[in-house]
T-cell receptor
C-alpha cells in the first residue's frame, strides 16, 4: 500500500464547475496535510494546508480532512483554465515527524 | 526573501561522470529536503536534514548517491558515478519547524540528463 494515494486522472471539468480532488493516506498518526499545485516544468507551490478535522476555506479553494477515514480532499470552485495543473497531496508527521510524503498527483484540466 | 536557491538549473553529463547539485535553503529554516521527480515515480523523498543532521536517508537509491549539509545555508547532493536512470528533476526544499508540521518551500529544481 502506498503511503499517500491519489487518483492520477486526468480529471477534466468545464470552466466554472467544481473540481474535486481526493487523497488517502496510510499513517494514522499523520498530523499535517498539504495541497500543492505544479505547472508543467515548474516546482510545486503550496495552495493550502490543514491540520484539524473539518473544512478549511481559502478563496475558491476548500480543503477537507477526515482523520478517522484517513482522507483529505481539495475542492476548487469556479474552476478556471489557469487551474489546469497537477495537484499533489502531501502528508507530514506520524511515525517520522519531519518527513513529508507526496502522492503521485492528479492531473486537472479545465476546459473553456 | 530569495527563496530556496538551487544550482545548476540544467545539467547534462555522460554516464560515469560525477554530478554535484547544490542548494541554499531559506534562512532560518531548520529542515532541508532533497526530492527526485520522474514521470514514472512522481516526487520521491531522497533524504532530509534537521539542523544540518541527516535524519532519514532511506530514499537514497544506492551508494552512488550521497548528500551533505556542512552548514545551515548549504547542502549538496552528489551522484558518483552517474547513470542514465538518474535522469530526473531534483528538487531541494526547506521548511521551518512549527508544531504540527509546516509546509515545504521548493527551489526551482535541477533538471539532470545523463546520456
Amino acid at each position: 500500500q502506498k503511503e499517500v494515494e491519489q487518483n492520477s486522472g486526468p480529471l477534466s471539468v468545464p470552466e466554472g464547475a467544481i473540481a474535486s480532488l481526493n487523497c488517502t493516506y496510510s499513517d494514522r498518526g499523520s498530523q499535517s496535510f498539504f495541497w500543492y499545485r505544479q505547472y508543467s516544468g515548474k516546482s510545486p507551490e503550496l495552495i493550502m494546508f490543514i491540520y484539524s478535522n473539518g473544512d478549511k476555506e481559502d478563496g475558491r479553494f476548500t480543503a477537507q480532512l477526515n482523520k478517522a477515514s484517513q482522507y483529505v480532499s481539495l475542492l476548487i470552485r469556479d474552476s478556471q483554465p489557469s487551474d489546469s495543473a497537477t495537484y499533489l497531496c502531501a502528508v507530514r508527521g506520524g511515525t517520522s515527524y519531519g518527513k513529508l510524503t507526496f502522492g503521485q498527483g492528479t492531473i486537472l484540466t479545465v476546459h473553456p | 526573501d530569495a527563496g530556496v536557491i538551487q544550482s545548476p538549473r540544467h545539467e547534462v553529463t555522460e554516464m560515469g561522470q560525477e554530478v554535484t547539485l547544490r542548494c541554499k535553503p531559506i534562512s532560518g529554516h531548520d529542515y532541508l529536503f532533497w526530492y527526485r521527480q520522474t514521470m514514472m515515480r512522481g516526487l520521491e523523498l531522497l533524504i532530509y536534514f534537521n539542523n544540518n543532521v541527516p535524519i532519514d536517508d532511506s530514499g537514497m537509491p544506492e551508494d552512488r548517491f550521497s548528500a551533505k549539509m556542512p552548514n545551515a545555508s548549504f547542502s549538496t547532493l552528489k551522484i558518483q558515478p552517474s547513470e542514465p536512470r538518474d535522469s530526473a528533476v531534483y528538487f531541494c526544499a526547506s521548511s521551518p519547524h512549527l508544531p504540527g508540521g509546516s509546509p515545504l518551500h521548493f527551489g526551482n529544481g535541477t533538471r539532470l540528463t545523463v546520456t
